[in-house]
């Protein structure tokens, strides 16, 4: 952040439009620099236009039938075609952007919030609850996301709430070991010092000195989180296990209409995997390229 | 070394207590109405009464003393009987456990012969056509999901050649010709998942190494690049290759579950996944269990492998 960095140190008082001129150079020197990345962050930014316009853009109802149109193949009125109850694919699709976006973005930022804090507490303070902490971070992540995942939904069940929230604690504790890195190093800066022999409390150099120099990362975070928690959600509701039917996800539509039917109407397997793949891919490398770009230490790194 | 093991082993402790304290902890949870739900869906009321679901729950004691009791019988391997077959839980889970790791190793085999070629070929020769293309391979990889490809696999070769995967499990021990012809679609849609991170791992390890002084010596020698990249660069770029392959532990047992769903591979993840529809929280601690305590096991594998590799690890 060359550009940023002389700026950074008044940045509190600058008026707003400074602020803009900021994020829109960033965004430039992005398309410049990582162009591939600058198409993955647009391509992710259509499929949550298309989730937030679903209930606009959608020609047809979300559950409405039409036994008469069945398994029907892509064609004009119905685009992705229509599965074993009549119902338009298309729709379907957009309303299962609207959720895995939904869940998607909720998930991500609990995720992001409990990393922080918990990164925070054990980075910062160091010592003995380090050691804690660290010791249930290990013991966390040494069992498997997707079984943890569906051990917890056998105790809480399926559901929006519940899958945001499994999904948030679950990326949360493992994220918090990338936040503590950060922290560490941020702590041993000379400034933070200074504070400290100041007398500045833990509260103000927390808040001035340590949060805004993880944002990079936090950021970068935020978004590679994303990716990983629509994918989770789609492996749950595929196994059944996520958000239950009809609500129309990506995964669900895959094994419920998808499995049964796919022999007479395989195009039905085709619509959800590719959005799947392609919002992951989009955020993936759009995650990548603000990494390069935001967080110095990985630079170079690649 | 042996100073080092023992290290290891003692680093082992407060993160097996903590595991068991979140296996534990989960069970807890378990809302008293999903014992009355358990109880309605398993018909289970006519061989169980209430109590004596608490009792194989472990829930008629306090906290404490269930958690000794808990980790005692785990200890010496009796992890209860599942509320649906009645049979222990410990049998059921040693005879599918084999069955997953037989999967998991076939798809560790698939990714590691996938990703280092791949990953080497991508970094002597840097920002070349080849290495854009099996970068971008690798980004798509972990983007698609491994259930997709799965279901493409089970419908599309069926519609256009008539041709689908075999669905029925043979023990390997009785024909290993259609046990593998079973087990190695869903490995190698595995395998390939995983094989991306291995093989970006694998490019960033070998740049790095190849920049190396001792890289630079080796050719002014005039040894062939061959040479140089096979036997100086590799044998360093690769050790902490090694140790990814054994953080993916967990990436292969949860890509298993689903894997073995779709194709139907009697293993521990079917097991877990019945378990769970069924609501036989015994069986879903056990796989818990197991699945958390196995993952730290192969990751004390791999540490120690990495001491034998590397003897600068042997010595900190």
Known sequence: MTDAAIPAAGAAGLPRSVHDNRFLAFNRRL?????????????FLLFLLAGALADVIAPFGLNETDMLRRLEAPNLA?????????????????????????????????????????????GYLGGRIDMLIQRFVDAWMTFPDLVLLIVVVSIVGPGVPQIV???????????????????????????????????????????????PNIMPVVIVLFTTRIGAV???????????????????????????????????APWLALAPGLCLTAVVYAINVYGDALRDLLDPRMRGSR | MRAFLIRRLLALVPTLLFASLIVFGAMRLIPGDVIDLMMAQNDVST????AAIEAALGLDAPVHVQYVRWLGGALTGDLGRSLWQNTPVASQLAATLPITFELGLLALLVSIS????????????????????????????????????????????????????????????????????HMLVPAIILGLAISAVTMRMTRTMMLEVMRQDYIRTARAKGLSERVVVLVHALRNGLIPVVT???????????GAVILEQI??????????????????????????????????????????????????????
């Open chain 1, 31 to 43: 398309i410049r620099e990582k162009p591939l990345g600058a198409v993955g962050g647009a391509v």
């Open chain 1, 78 to 122: 119905h685009w992705f075609g229509t599965d074993h109850l009549g119902r338009d694919v298309f729709s379907r699709i957009l309303m299962g952007a609207q959720l895995s976006m939904i869940v998607g973005l909720a998930a991500a930022g609990l995720a992001t919030v409990v990393s922080i804090v918990l990164g925070v507490l054990s």
């Open chain 1, 165 to 211: 929230l499994i999904l948030g604690l679950l990326y949360g504790i493992a994220g918090s070991r990338i936040v503590r890195g950060a922290v560490i190093s941020v702590r041993e800066n000379m400034y933070t010092h200074a504070a400290q022999s100041m007398g500045a409390t833990t509260w103000h150099i927390l808040r001035r000195h340590i949060l």
């Open chain 1, 230 to 264: 629509i994918l989770a959600e789609a492996g749950l509701s595929f196994l059944g296990l996520g958000v239950p039917p009809p609500a129309p996800t990506w995964g669900g539509m895959l094994s419920d209409s998808g499995r049964s039917y796919l022999y007479l």
């Open chain 2, 47 to 50: 061989t169980h009464d209430r």
């Open chain 2, 114 to 181: 996938v990703a280092l070629p791949i990953g080497i070929y991508s970094a002597i020769r840097q920002d070349t056509a080849g290495d854009y293309a099996a970068r971008s391979f690798s980004l798509i990889m972990l983007a698609v999901p491994s259930f997709w490809i799965g279901t493409l696999v089970m419908v599309f070769p069926s519609v256009w050649w008539r041709w689908s995967p075999p669905l029925e499990y043979t023990p390997f021990f009785t024909d290993p010709l259609t046990n593998l012809r």
């Open chain 2, 244 to 254: 990814l392959i054994g953080l993916q532990a967990p990436l292969l047992i949860g």
């Open chain 2, 263 to 316: 194709f139907v591979v009697p293993g521990m993840g079917l097991l877990l996944l019945e378990a769970v529809f069924q609501r036989d929280y015994p069986v879903i601690s056990g796989v818990f269990l197991v699945t958390g305590v196995g993952i730290l096991l192969i990751n004390l594998l791999v540490d120690l492998t990495y001491g034998w590799l590397d003897p600068r690890v042997r010595h900190r």
